[in-house]
């Protein structure tokens, strides 16, 4: 079973910037995809920004929401399991618990994986 536990939320305030990030135990072959999303008060859970990795360790293609274009980058550590969320010019609007996400193939059994972590709260002042 893989695992994902998040750090580096926190209080911040309008213009500033945070770094989010996520790292997996448990057996895994291969990584498809790893990201994050949010979830914003009243409203439901949205994709922030995902990396695919397309062939080994050097094709990846990463996917950003249009509202964090610019100001937001994910990045990752793949022989580490490790996906970054790094946040600038952070608004109001990104208030919100963020959640770590990713799929797979397992070790051992080669099944594929879906996990989420627990999630991380965020929240900016204005």
């Known amino acids: 079973q893989v695992q994902l536990v998040e750090s580096g939320g926190g209080l911040v305030q309008a213009g500033g910037s945070l770094t989010l990030s996520c790292a997996a135990s448990?057996?895994?072959?291969?990584?498809?995809?790893m990201g994050w999303y949010r979830q914003c008060p009243g409203k439901q859970r949205e994709l922030v920004a995902t990396?695919?990795?397309?062939?080994?360790?050097?094709?990846?293609?990463?996917n950003y929401a249009d509202s964090v274009k610019g100001r937001f980058t994910v990045s990752r550590e793949n022989t580490e399991k490790k996906v970054f969320l790094q946040m600038n010019s952070l608004k109001p609007e990104d208030t919100g618990v963020y959640y770590c996400?990713?799929?797979?193939?397992?070790?051992?059994?080669?099944?594929?994986?879906?996990?989420w972590g627990q999630g991380t709260q965020v929240t900016v002042s204005s």
């Open positions: 990396i695919t990795i397309i062939s080994g360790a050097s094709g990846v293609s990463a």
């Open positions: 448990g057996s895994i072959f291969r990584i498809n995809s």
């Open positions: 996400n990713m799929r797979g193939i397992q070790g051992g059994s080669l099944l594929r994986f879906e996990s």
